[in-house]
């Protein structure tokens, strides 16, 4: 009675006043014990029973069975899934019947520790005892297929069982949410309604995640109104889904509104908010949110303390993180993964490493979390070496790579182990399968080939990538091919993209669009325009940007206007950018200045391209006044630092109009040191203006930086060339040739048809070779006749054009 009634103190005293207790008073006070949740202290009896020598009497089947049932419970309970299948045989050749109980804890147990034959085993049992229809063990038996993925067979236990409760229902609309079936929840709980069933707690929340799930936010509302009208609305369960749901979908003024009506707020209503106000970026508010949650005695836990620390990474709010970090500490959660990886970001993105490694070194090391953290942050502080150092003590351990850890190692595989690192990694990840897994990982490895200018291994690689991928990985592999030079390929990619009925979106055009640019493929550019016309990005600003770029590296630079004059918001600088480069690098340089000037009309703020574009167009111009001044006002106007590029073009600019010694000067004079690209542009101007001394003293500074930079003993050549210096040329090219320095041939594109045609310089591997060189000389002939037009050598012409 005692034990029945929940008062299991008053049951024991009883029970342990029995000299010889027969098997009914074990089994009604390990019951007790279940019954309350004390599953150790209804362990510690039944063991004690049994030491007794009390085994179950069969001649008192249903106590006995009482007692095995809670005992297979609590040791389900108990997180000792794996002894219970030992109780059940036990249980069986003792000869006792197993009931719902039984087959309802022992499929919990095979569902919790992922042991699906052995619930298969059980299923079949059921049904030869005729339980398997019954609404407890069919509870169970959905949520052992559900948590396996296999929601055909729960949706056939569902439909199977005669009579169904809210429990059962519930299961299944968590299977459904579980295993990305939104629609599907959403239909069924219409369903129920239609049935004039009465909607739980749990209802409501499985129906509220996948509301969050389909990102649908109306549905999301009206579900929310009929919570009021079940009167579930106060219900804290509940409110902390909508809460939820309000937050992840954008609603956070209203999720805002809500939490401040929830009585009785616990941890989760506060992380809800928090979690929300973060990814809503009102960073400073989650923060300010953790502070008040401590002063109304609600302890934060690992989610408020990881949320907050992100928050701060993301403001750069150093100070605060670090003063989150000690608190967290307080509240002996710095040691969770979750919380230690969020210290390790926070720490990498304002550089200290070594604060980041400290935090590791007190990180729960069993997961792999946050070791690919600080494999994060150490590319990202450029330390490449130590994070592909971590990387092999990781495998050392014996500790298995993620994919994201993959993914982390070779975004930080540069210079000439890229590809070592890349084979290394392909090699991993073809023993292990995780290739055939994640077809992500195999697009990043192709990326790291392509980097490395490996492109038969790239190809060969992507051949063994599953077609199915997603739009993420075709675009990363359109981009791949465009970035490192494989132009052709990249378009290539795209079509058979196209050929497997996957959408475009804006990203993917940015990518092809740019390939089209490197190769002048107007053809193609134009065909891909009317995609995205029919696609509706248009109107989009990368899209347009990426258009505009295109036609004007084609050389149409009206088309580029026209697309930038359709343009409805121009509100963003990226549009105005593509168009004043497009105008400079087309030789429309009073026009790439009148679009400037209307942009700050705009009240447009320039930013480091745009001046870049108007230096170039003052450049190609001539306009050494303009330029000058507008290099002047980079810093004291428009607070922008001038970059390597914008000092390459400001000498560039003198160069052109022969002002040598002060574009020696502003070198000279330089906040950092000269690189390659800047002697470059320096010597090409000495060419120009055939300045020997000074082109000699840039072409050393370049030897000295770049050896094997073909370009600057060709310059140089013809600088002594030009000036009648015989002897320095020829010592020139020997010192090319000495070094094995390789002048690779110019070579240029042309699309007909849809057949693209590469052309190198002095190929002789073309079928009409001897008429395209006759056809140059009589051009060449043409050419000498008319007074206009001075003496070139088209083959040479060719080759510096190319």
């Known amino acids: 009675m005692y034990a029945k009634c929940v008062e299991v103190k008053d049951a024991r005293r009883v029970f342990d006043g029995i000299a010889c207790p027969d098997t009914i008073c074990w089994a009604s006070m390990i019951a007790g014990y279940h019954r309350v949740g004390r599953y150790q202290q209804a362990l510690a009896l039944f063991s004690r029973m049994e030491k007794m020598g009390s085994a179950p009497d069969q001649r008192i089947q249903m106590p006995s069975t009482v007692a095995w049932n809670a005992v297979i419970s609590s040791y389900s309970q108990s997180g000792l899934e794996s002894e219970v299948f030992g109780l059940y045989k036990d249980m069986k050749r003792q000869g006792l019947m197993p009931t719902r109980s039984t087959f309802a804890s022992m499929l919990s147990a095979a569902a919790s520790m992922t042991a699906f034959d052995e619930g298969q085993q059980i299923h079949?049992?059921?049904?030869?005892?005729?339980?398997?229809?019954?609404?407890?063990?069919?509870?169970?038996?959905?949520?052992?297929?559900?948590?396996?993925?296999?929601?055909?067979?729960?949706?056939?236990?569902?439909?199977?069982?005669?009579?169904?409760?809210?429990?059962?229902?519930?299961?299944?609309?968590?299977?459904?949410?579980?295993?990305?079936?939104?629609?599907?929840?959403?239909?069924?709980?219409?369903?129920?309604?239609?049935?004039?069933?009465?909607?739980?707690?749990?209802?409501?929340?499985?129906?509220?995640?996948?509301?969050?799930?389909?990102?649908?936010?109306d549905i999301g509302r009206q579900v929310h109104c009929i919570t009021i009208k079940n009167s579930m609305d106060a219900d804290l369960f509940v409110a902390n889904a909508m809460l939820d749901m309000y937050s992840k979908l954008g609603a956070i003024d209203v999720a805002k509104a809500l939490f401040s009506l929830i009585p009785g707020k616990d941890s989760v209503s506060w992380n809800a908010l928090i979690v929300g106000l973060a990814h809503n970026e009102e960073e400073e508010e989650a923060v300010y949110m953790l502070k008040r949650m401590k002063c109304y005695g609600i302890a934060p836990d690992e989610v408020s303390f990881a949320t907050a620390i992100n928050a701060c990474s993301n403001i750069r709010a150093t100070e605060t993180g670090k003063q989150i970090h000690c608190a967290s500490i307080k509240y002996n959660v710095c040691s969770n993964h979750a919380v230690g990886s969020s210290l390790i970001d926070l720490y990498s993105k304002f550089g200290d490493v070594e604060s980041s490694r400290k935090v590791l070194a007190h990180v729960d090391a069993s997961s792999m979390v946050p070791i690919n953290a600080l494999i994060t942050g150490l590319v990202q502080n450029n330390r490449e070496d130590e994070a592909i150092e971590l990387f092999q003590q990781v495998l050392k351990d014996g500790f298995k790579p993620s994919n994201f850890t993959f993914a982390s190692i070779l975004s930080g595989c540069t210079g000439p182990v890229s590809s070592v690192i890349g084979k290394q990694v392909h090699s991993y990840t073809l023993k292990s399968a995780l290739l055939n897994q994640d077809t992500s990982l195999g697009i990043s490895l192709v990326g790291i080939y392509l980097k490395c200018k490996l492109l038969e291994d790239a190809n060969k690689l992507l051949a063994e990538v599953p077609d199915h991928k997603n739009l993420v990985e075709w675009t990363a592999t359109i981009s791949g091919y465009a970035q490192n030079g494989y132009s052709d390929q990249s378009l290539v990619m795209f079509w058979r993209m196209r050929s497997h009925d996957v959408r475009s979106d804006e990203a993917t055009f940015a990518s092809v669009l740019k390939a089209c640019s490197e190769i002048a493929a107007l053809t193609d550019g134009k065909e891909i325009h009317g995609l995205i016309i029919k696609s509706g990005f248009v109107s989009y600003e990368t899209a347009a940007s990426a258009l505009m770029d295109m036609y004007s590296k084609c050389g149409d630079v009206i088309s580029s206007f026209e697309i930038f004059k359709e343009l409805k918001n121009k509100q963003n600088i990226m549009p105005w950018n593509s168009m004043i480069v497009g105008f400079a690098k087309n030789g429309y340089a009073n026009e790439a200045l009148l679009l400037f000037q209307k942009m700050q009309e705009s009240q447009l703020k320039p930013d480091e391209v745009t001046l870049l574009g108007v230096l170039i167009a003052c450049s190609h111009a001539g306009l050494i006044s303009e330029g000058r001044n507008l290099f002047d006002s980079m810093s004291q106007v428009y607070g922008i630092v001038p970059r390597v590029d914008h000092y390459a073009c400001l000498i560039d600019l003198l160069g052109r109009g022969g002002h040598l010694q002060e574009a020696q000067e502003v070198i000279d004079q330089l906040p950092f040191r000269a690189d390659g690209v800047i002697w470059a542009t320096f010597l090409a101007a000495c060419q120009m203006h055939k300045d020997e001394e000074r082109g000699k003293v840039a072409a050393k500074k370049l030897v000295e930086m770049e050896p094997q930079r073909s370009s600057t003993y060709v310059f140089l050549s013809s600088l002594h060339a030009a000036a009648g210096n015989w002897v320095e040329a020829k010592v020139a090219r020997e010192a090319m040739r000495e070094k094995g320095v390789m002048k690779f041939p110019g070579c240029s594109w042309i699309t007909v048809g849809n057949k693209t045609n590469l052309f190198v310089v002095q190929d002789t591997h073309h079928p009409d070779t001897l008429g395209i060189y006759k056809m140059l000389d009589d051009l060449t002939g043409m050419m000498n006749k008319d007074d206009r037009i001075e003496e070139y050598d088209l083959r040479s012409l060719s080759e510096m054009l190319t």
């Open 124 to 217: 079949a049992a059921a049904v030869k005892h005729g339980l398997d229809a019954n609404v407890f063990v069919g509870s169970s038996l959905i949520n052992l297929y559900v948590k396996h993925g296999c929601i055909s067979d729960a949706k056939k236990v569902f439909d199977f069982s005669t009579e169904k409760n809210i429990v059962m229902w519930n299961a299944m609309l968590y299977g459904f949410v579980q295993n990305d079936l939104q629609e599907e929840t959403i239909q069924m709980f219409q369903y129920m309604r239609r049935a004039d069933l009465e909607a739980d707690d749990f209802t409501f929340v499985s129906v509220l995640g996948a509301c969050i799930n389909l990102d649908s936010l």
